[in-house]
C-alpha cells in the first residue's frame, strides 16, 4: 500500500486542516481555558448553568463564582469564544425592578435574618449534611467572634482553586491532620486554626481538640477523630491542597496518593468505510478512575465509540492526578487532528463523535511519557508531520 500523507487522508475524510489561530497560549491562558471547560462540563451534565446558593454544594458555587469572573474581563471572554458552545458567556439579563433592594431587603424577602454585618458576595447561609455530621461527630458550632481575620484566607484559597494553584483530593481514613490546613465538610470550607494539646480517652487512644472555624462564620471545638471522622464518611469530604502540593501528574504511586487513573487508547471495529480505510490511524482517547472493560462494556449500542465494539490498543496507568484535567490536556494537545466523522445513532439522529483523532500511537505514547515529565503544556501536535512540536 503506498504510503498517504496525513493531509491525503484528512482529504479523504472531508476534514481539511484549518490554519491555526494561535501559535501559542500562555500558562495563564491555558488555566483559563482549562477552568471554563470544568463549567462547561457542569453545563453538559447538569443541563443547567452553575448557580450561587445555600442549598449548591462548594463545586458550583466556585464554578459560579469563576463564570463571573470570566464574563466581566474582556480578554477572557474573547479568548473562551470558540469554546464558549452554550452562550454561557453572556451575562443574563438583570431584574427589571425600579427599587433597588439593599441587602438587608433582600435577606428578608428570602427569609432569611441577617446577623451582624452580611456581605451577600460571601458563602454563607450553606445547610449542612446533618445526616453525616452526626452530634457524636461534629460539636455544635458557635459564632466565631474574629471572624474578619479569616475571611481573607477563605478569599485567597477560592482564589488559588480558581487558578488551579489548589486542589481538592478525597479525604483518607485516618488521614493527618495539620494546624493551618483547608478542608471541605459539608459542602463547607473548613480552616483549622489551632490544636490543642494531647490526651488519651477512656479507650487508650490519643485524640485532641481542634479550633476549626467554617466559611460562613461559625467554628466548632472538635475532637481530632471526630473531625477525620466526618470527613471521611462525608462523600464530597475533601483535603485542600496546598500550593506546593507538587506536580499535577505522577508516574508512580505514592502511600498517600489519593486519586488514580487510566488513560486508554481504542481502535474502532466500525464498519463505516472511512474509518475501515484508515483504522490503524484512527483512536479515541479517554481517562477513567474505573476499568476500561467497564467503559466500554457497550459500546456497540453507544455513539460515543461508532456504534460498534472497539479494541483496547493501550492503556497507561497515572497516580496523583485531576482526571478531569488530564482528559482537557489530552484533548488540547491532539485537537488539531480531531476526526471529522458524521454518523446516525440507533433513532436516526445525526451525531459527531468526539474524542477520535488521526493520530499514529507512537504519537500518543509520546504524549503520555510528556505527561509524566510534566512538559506536555509545552507541546502541540503537528498533523502534517505527524510529530509533537513544541510551541513557537
Known amino acids: 500500500m503506498d504510503d498517504i500523507l496525513d493531509e491525503d487522508l484528512l482529504a479523504e475524510l472531508g476534514h481539511a486542516p484549518e490554519a491555526k489561530k494561535q501559535a501559542a497560549r500562555t500558562p495563564r491562558e491555558e488555566r483559563i481555558i482549562a477552568g471554563f471547560e470544568d463549567v462547561v462540563r457542569f453545563r453538559e451534565e447538569h443541563g443547567r448553568v452553575p448557580q450561587q446558593g445555600e442549598e449548591r454544594d462548594i463545586f458550583e458555587r466556585l464554578y459560579a463564582m469563576r463564570l463571573d469572573r470570566l464574563r466581566a474581563q474582556e480578554d477572557c471572554r474573547a479568548l473562551l469564544q470558540e469554546f464558549d458552545r452554550y452562550g454561557l458567556l453572556v451575562a443574563p439579563p438583570a431584574a427589571d425592578n425600579d427599587d433597588e433592594m439593599d441587602d438587608d431587603a433582600l435577606l428578608a424577602e428570602l427569609g432569611v435574618e441577617p446577623v451582624g ?182 459500546a456497540a449500542l453507544d455513539s460515543t465509540y461508532l456504534l460498534a465494539d472497539v479494541e483496547v490498543v493501550a492503556t497507561y496507568k497515572l497516580y496523583n492526578i485531576n482526571r478531569t484535567r488530564l482528559e482537557n490536556v489530552l484533548h488540547r494537545v491532539l485537537s488539531p487532528a480531531r476526526l471529522d466523522l458524521t454518523i446516525h445513532d440507533r433513532f436516526g439522529n445525526t451525531v459527531k463523535p468526539k474524542e477520535w483523532y488521526l493520530v499514529p500511537l507512537h504519537v500518543i505514547d509520546e504524549v503520555v511519557v510528556r505527561v509524566k515529565d510534566g512538559t506536555i503544556k509545552a507541546y502541540e501536535y503537528d498533523p502534517k508531520s505527524a510529530i509533537l512540536r513544541p510551541f513557537a
Open 117 to 298: 454585618d452580611v456581605d451577600l458576595t460571601e458563602l454563607t447561609h450553606v445547610k449542612p449534611r446533618a445526616e453525616l455530621r452526626t452530634a457524636e461527630e461534629v460539636a455544635n458550632r458557635t459564632r466565631c467572634e474574629d471572624f474578619d481575620s479569616f475571611k481573607p484566607l477563605f478569599a485567597r484559597v477560592r482564589e488559588d482553586l480558581n487558578r488551579f494553584a489548589r486542589e481538592t483530593r478525597r479525604f483518607g481514613e485516618d488521614a493527618e491532620v495539620k494546624q493551618g490546613e483547608f478542608f471541605i465538610l459539608g459542602g463547607q470550607m473548613a480552616f483549622v486554626a489551632a490544636l490543642g494539646d494531647e490526651f488519651r480517652t477512656d479507650y487508650g487512644r490519643q485524640d485532641r481538640r481542634l479550633r476549626v472555624v467554617f466559611d460562613n462564620g461559625t467554628e466548632s471545638d472538635l475532637l481530632l477523630r471526630s473531625f477525620q471522622r466526618a470527613l471521611y464518611k462525608d462523600d464530597a469530604g475533601r483535603r485542600i491542597t496546598d500550593p506546593r502540593a507538587g506536580p499535577l501528574f505522577g508516574g508512580t504511586a505514592d502511600e498517600e496518593d489519593l486519586e488514580s487513573g487510566t488513560i486508554y487508547v481504542l481502535r474502532s471495529k466500525s464498519n463505516h468505510p472511512d474509518v475501515a480505510a484508515n483504522r490503524d490511524l484512527i483512536h479515541k482517547l479517554g481517562v477513567t478512575g474505573g476499568t476500561v472493560e467497564s467503559r466500554i462494556a457497550h
